[in-house]
C-alpha cells in the first residue's frame, strides 16, 4: 500500500529560523515520484517540488532545500531563514501509476506557524 | 497562463439536495484530477480523466457521485442526495501528459450540508 507520513502535525517557530519538515513513505513500487505542496491560509494548494525516485540528489531553491533518502523512505523539506509568509500547512505526497493513472496520495499536513 | 478555476467557490445545501461543481484546469493540460479534503486531513483522490474519459474512481466515490468531461476540456462534479459527510473542500487539479507531471490545483470548492 502507498502511504505518506508527516508525523509533526504543527509546528511553531520565530521569524528567521531555520524549519525542517519531516515526511516518510511506503511504497513496494521501485518508479514513484514525490512531491511538496504548500496550502496558505487562502487555501489553494501550490507545488514546490517533484522528485523521482532515481534522483536522490538534494536541491535547493532560494530559502528551500529537500532531503531525499531512499533507505529511510524520507523526503524531507527544509526552510532556511524562515519568514511569516512562509505560515502555511505543508504537504508531502507520492505518486505511484496504477490503473492508468497518477493520483497523489498526501500525507496528513504538518501546519507550520512563523512568528514575527 | 490563467491558472485551474473552480465554481463556484462555496456551496450551502440541505440534507438531500442534489449540487454540482464545475472545474476548468488549465487550457493545454489532459488530465483532470477530483479530490477530497477534509479538515485537518491531506487531499483524497476521488476520480481521474485523461480527455473526455474517465480512467479511475476511487471507492470514496459512492453511488450518490457522478463526474464528467463531456469534451476533455471542463468537467462537473455532481453529488446527489447529498449528506452531512459530504461537507467538504472539493479539489480540482490538472496536469499533462508526462509521466507524473506536477498537478496544479483549483482554490476548490467549499460544500457544507445543513
Known amino acids: 500500500a502507498q502511504k505518506v507520513t508527516q508525523a509533526q502535525t504543527e509546528i511553531s517557530v520565530v521569524e528567521k529560523e531555520d524549519v525542517t519538515l519531516d515526511c516518510v513513505y511506503e511504497?513496494?513500487?521501485?518508479?514513484?515520484?514525490l512531491f511538496w505542496y504548500k496550502q496558505p491560509p487562502s487555501g489553494e494548494l501550490v507545488f514546490l517540488i517533484r522528485?523521482?525516485?532515481?534522483?536522490?540528489q538534494n536541491e535547493i531553491s532560494g530559502r528551500y532545500s529537500w532531503n531525499f533518502q531512499k533507505s529511510t523512505s524520507s523526503f524531507n523539506f527544509t526552510i532556511t531563514a524562515s519568514q511569516v509568509v512562509d505560515s502555511a500547512v505543508y504537504f508531502c505526497a507520492l505518486s505511484f501509476i496504477q490503473g492508468g493513472s497518477e493520483k497523489l496520495v498526501f500525507g496528513k499536513g504538518t501546519k507550520l506557524t512563523v512568528n514575527p | 497562463d490563467t491558472g485551474v478555476s473552480q465554481n463556484p467557490r462555496h456551496k450551502i445545501t440541505k440534507r438531500g439536495q442534489n449540487v454540482t461543481f464545475r472545474c476548468d484546469p488549465i487550457s493545454e493540460h489532459n488530465r483532470l484530477y477530483w479530490y477530497r479534503q477534509t479538515l485537518g486531513q491531506g487531499p483524497e483522490f476521488l476520480t481521474y480523466?485523461?480527455?473526455?474519459?474517465?480512467?479511475?474512481k476511487s471507492r470514496l466515490l459512492s453511488d450518490r457521485f457522478s463526474a464528467e468531461r463531456p469534451k476533455g476540456s471542463f468537467s462537473t462534479l455532481e453529488i446527489q442526495r447529498t449528506e452531512q459527510g459530504d461537507s467538504a473542500m472539493y479539489l480540482c487539479?490538472?496536469?499533462?501528459?508526462?509521466?507524473?507531471?506536477?498537478?496544479?490545483f483549483g482554490p476548490g470548492t467549499r460544500l457544507t450540508v445543513t
Open positions: 511504497t513496494r513500487d521501485t518508479t514513484y515520484y
Open positions: 487539479a490538472s496536469s499533462l501528459v508526462q509521466g507524473a507531471a506536477e498537478q496544479y
Open positions: 480523466f485523461q480527455n473526455e474519459a474517465q480512467l479511475e
Open positions: 522528485r523521482n525516485s532515481f534522483d536522490e
